[in-house]
């Protein structure tokens, strides 16, 4: 896991690091402009387009001073305008703003009137991290003037005005940028929806900070890698057989949403659970003997209660599908008072959970709820924001004992134990229905394979999004449909365990 910090960590790291590599403030300043550089000339090779390097009179501005030295040294044409709007400056910006040569250098003053830019490429190294207070004055000003050029705008680790964690608002007033490039890690509010309407994207560089240190500091917040998935994933021995993969029973669809218990059903039995068994309507049956003969079923006549015995499922799903009529509260009801181990709760579960929230206390402890942010929002109310979200997950995970996967592009997973998982893959290609159904699939075959619930959740959502760049990505497909993805399952899966 790679260990997400908020930027006072940051700090204490790179304090850290300078004490004990030993390396000196500035010689790492000059190892991180290194760093932007190399990957700011891979993705801007064009060496005749002009580029004007923005620098407050911080260290983040020290970046960019340092930045422009190494862009000129490659034959870039450049130029420096440095926002001068108090008289502070940081000692290495000071120290690099004397090795600077045969640039270009403007000053901007506080009051006075911005220059005109013709620059093609703006580099934004304005103030970085750590501001927690809106903009104001003549960096507002500034900020609002380079946001009406439509220019080309790279940030040196953070846009200005963005801040690294806690609320963000859409409409704060951030210098919108195309591509950041950060340093050593993303950062927190980068993974949520917010930061897209001030971000086009971005590309972390490693500038050696101490990771020991790093993993020390005990972050709840981590990114899954795919390193962890492997070490996670258990191999397939010869003498293994359907019994030793488990028997997972999906409770789910009505007559009108057989399609969410089909995908969710295929998705379990491609992930490898050894049994599946579909709790449907009648209506659904021929549907689902002609798309998964492999799949068994337990049939819902009416409005009758199925007969179930619980203890021949290693795990239950409930919900994809499933409506929220009388019979599917029953169900819902009966599920969580006699099936004693835990539970997957999706879709129309969700939306009968919130309408009932006094059921949440009753979901057998270590279940895991994957809600989308609409659904989250109905059972645990509305929310001004992303990072409101991941407060609430993180509360009510241990509130519950449950684990929450809360769907996003990085999807969020929060756990019992308080910590905060982020998933990277997945691709706006996933952007179709059926997606979330296929997702309970792999979380519910994982469990009946006997991975523990957070074990489950992080290889779930890791194998659902890389399934779908697999097929995405190399063909540059705009869309990935459900169905084809849950079929995809086993390629991606021997792929990890290769």
């Known amino acids: 896991m790679i260990s997400l910090l908020t930027s006072a960590q940051i700090r ?11 390396i000196t403030s500035v010689d790492l300043m000059e190892r991180a402009s290194k ?8 993705e801007y090779p064009d060496k005749g387009k002009c580029i004007s390097v923005y620098c407050g009179t911080g260290n983040n501005g020290g970046d960019g001073l340092a930045i422009a030295r190494l ?54 190294a304005l103030l970085g991290t750590g501001i927690n207070k809106p903009l104001a004055d003549d960096y507002a000003r500034l900020v609002e003037y380079l946001n009406t050029l439509n220019k080309t705008v790279v940030a040196v680790d953070v846009p200005t005005g963005f801040y690294t964690e806690g609320e963000i608002s859409k409409k704060a007033l951030v210098l919108k940028t195309g591509l950041v490039i950060t340093f050593q890690q993303a950062k927190l509010n980068f993974l949520l929806p ?3 309407v001030h971000m086009d994207r ?21 990114m899954i890698q795919e390193v962890d998935v492997k070490s996670l994933l258990k191999p397939r021995k010869p003498f293994d057989h359907k019994g030793t993969y488990g028997h997972a029973l999906i409770i789910a669809g009505q007559a009108q949403t057989m399609g969410a218990a089909l995908l969710c059903s295929s998705a379990c039995a491609h992930a490898g659970a050894g049994l599946t068994t579909a709790c449907i309507p009648e209506s659904g049956l021929t549907a689902l003997n002609a798309a998964m003969p ?22 239950v799903a409930i919900g994809p599908g499933l409506g929220t009529d009388v019979l599917s509260f029953t169900l819902l009801d009966i599920a969580f008072r006699e099936y004693l181990h835990p539970l997957v709760i999706d879709a129309d579960a969700l939306n009968i959970l919130a309408d009932n929230y006094y059921m949440l206390k009753k979901a057998p402890a270590g279940s895991i709820i994957t809600p989308h942010m609409k659904e989250f929002d109905r059972i645990f109310g509305e929310h001004s924001s992303w990072w409101k979200r991941i407060e609430t997950a993180r509360n009510k995970a241990k509130e519950y004992k449950l684990n929450i ?45 006997g991975y523990s619930p957070e074990e489950a959740c992080i290889i779930g959502v890791y194998l659902h999004g890389k399934t ?26 021997a792929k990890l365990r290769a």
Request: glycine share 6%; net charge negative.
């Open 35 to 42: 760093a932007f550089t190399k990957l700011f000339i891979l």
């Open 12 to 22: 204490e790291v790179d304090a850290y690091t300078i004490e004990h590599e030993p």
């Open 405 to 449: 996967v809360l769907k996003n592009r990085y999807t969020i997973i929060a756990t019992p134990a308080g910590k905060v998982y982020f998933n990277p893959t997945g691709n706006p290609a996933m952007a179709s229905g059926g997606m979330g159904d296929v997702l309970t699939g792999i979380i519910t075959s994982l469990l009946a394979q």
């Open 294 to 315: 492999e799949v068994m079923a337990i049939v819902r006549v009416g409005k009758e209660k199925p007969v179930m015995k619980w203890d021949k499922f290693n795990t």
């Open 468 to 493: 779908g760049d697999d097929m995405a990505l190399p063909d540059k497909l705009s869309t990935v449909l459900a169905g084809e993805l849950a079929k995809q399952i086993p390629v991606t899966l």
């Open 71 to 124: 862009l000129k040294a490659e034959h870039y044409k450049i130029s420096v305008k440095i926002a001068r709007f108090s008289e502070k400056s940081s000692p290495d910006f000071e120290a690099n703003l004397k090795k600077l040569k045969s640039i270009d250098v403007a000053e901007i003053k506080a009051g006075d009137e911005i220059p005109a830019e013709e620059s093609d490429i703006i580099i934004d």
């Open 194 to 196: 917010e930061s897209a």
């Open 202 to 222: 971005f590309e972390v560089v490693d500038i050696g900070l101490d990771e020991t240190f790093i993993a020390s500091l005990n972050s709840p917040y981590q």
